[in-house]
């Protein structure tokens, strides 16, 4: 039994579903199915029923996921500890400039507990570059949002969140209940500098070009809409000044936040920084 098929099950598990586990694990899904059927060939037992309605463990899946989680994280404890003794303990985290994420804040709380030895540097990056300064080598890590270039990069999805028109609090559509990007069409947005990731870009203009003030910074966004009455985009779950109000929109789709690293990085505090990532951020 290896450790990559218990990684594999482990996905399919908590997913209960696997194309959703192929596309977190980045395989497709049919050697993942056979890795499944092998892994319960090995240990003579169903894991998982299997319908149209979707995926369920059965109470022998169900022992084996907890079976599997401890020893894939003693797996991890192993690559830290080895490579605390080489002195490469330190990872470097890239966060884009806004530090109200809840999860980022357990995901803190949970690594420090499995890793005391290690230590955690941030660098905080503006909001004109997505990868956190991954493709200069300037972090081993990012916990960010997409879309972006992933050329290069691998990228986990650990969360979406639905996405709302920031405007002022009293702006004639903050009383809307909800809204679409038409109703904007007509404003002037927050945008972001000429050389920004067109993707990143074009998400959170709507798709579309804009005109308004550039801004580089989560602050910088605010001010704009407190100050002019300008118009953007904001995930849900984030505080706000209560000059702001945010309402849904019906035509966006969610935004994802992520944690990406560079291919091929074969630095040992990662895993355990993802594994650790992935548990906090969907709490």
């Known amino acids: 039994?290896?450790?990559?098929?218990?990684?594999?099950?482990?996905?399919?598990?908590?997913?209960?579903?696997?194309?959703?586990?192929?596309?977190?694990?980045?395989?497709?899904?049919?050697?993942?199915?056979?890795?499944?059927?092998?892994?319960?060939?090995?240990?003579?037992?169903?894991?998982l029923h299997r319908s149209a309605a979707g995926v369920a463990l059965t109470p022998?899946?169900?022992?084996?996921?907890?079976?599997?989680?401890?020893?894939?994280?003693?797996?991890?404890?192993?690559?830290?500890?080895?490579?605390?003794?080489?002195?490469?303990?330190?990872?470097?985290?890239?966060?884009?400039?806004?530090?109200?994420?809840?999860?980022?804040?357990?995901?803190?709380?949970a690594y420090r507990r499995r890793h005391p030895g290690v230590e955690v540097v941030i660098r905080e990056t503006d909001l004109t570059d997505p990868t956190c300064g991954l493709r200069a080598g300037l972090v081993d890590v990012a916990l960010t949002r997409g879309p972006f270039d992933e050329t290069g990069l691998t990228v986990h999805e650990l969360?979406?969140?639905?996405?709302?028109?920031?405007?002022?609090?009293?702006?004639?559509l903050a009383r809307h209940a909800h809204l679409k990007l038409a109703d904007l069409a007509d404003r002037r947005w927050f945008r972001f500098p000429e050389g920004t990731d067109p993707l990143w870009h074009s998400?959170?203009?709507?798709?579309?070009?804009?005109?308004?003030?550039?801004?580089r910074a989560v602050q910088e966004c605010v001010q704009a809409v407190i100050w002019n009455g300008t118009v953007g985009l904001t995930p849900f779950g984030h505080d706000h000044p209560r000059e702001l109000a945010v309402v849904p929109l019906l035509d966006m789709a969610p935004s994802r936040v992520v944690a990406a690293w560079n291919e091929g990085d074969e630095n040992p505090l990662i895993p355990s920084f993802i594994r650790t990532a992935t548990t906090a951020y969907r709490a």
Do not use: C, K
């Not at 797996?75 to 490469?88: E, K, Q």
């Not at 709507?206 to 801004?215: D, L, N």
């Open 1 to 47: 039994m290896e450790l990559r098929t218990l990684r594999y099950f482990v996905a399919v598990a908590e997913e209960l579903h696997f194309g959703r586990a192929a596309a977190r694990l980045h395989m497709s899904q049919p050697p993942l199915s056979r890795a499944i059927r092998r892994l319960e060939t090995d240990l003579g037992a169903t894991l």
């Open 60 to 109: 022998a899946g169900a022992i084996l996921l907890d079976e599997a989680r401890t020893l894939l994280d003693r797996a991890d404890r192993v690559r830290v500890r080895v490579a605390a003794a080489v002195g490469a303990a330190t990872l470097t985290v890239g966060i884009l400039g806004d530090g109200t994420d809840r999860g980022a804040a357990r995901l803190a709380a």
């Open 159 to 172: 969360r979406t969140d639905p996405v709302g028109a920031v405007l002022r609090a009293d702006d004639p």
């Open 203 to 215: 998400y959170w203009n709507g798709g579309v070009p804009r005109e308004g003030p550039v801004v």
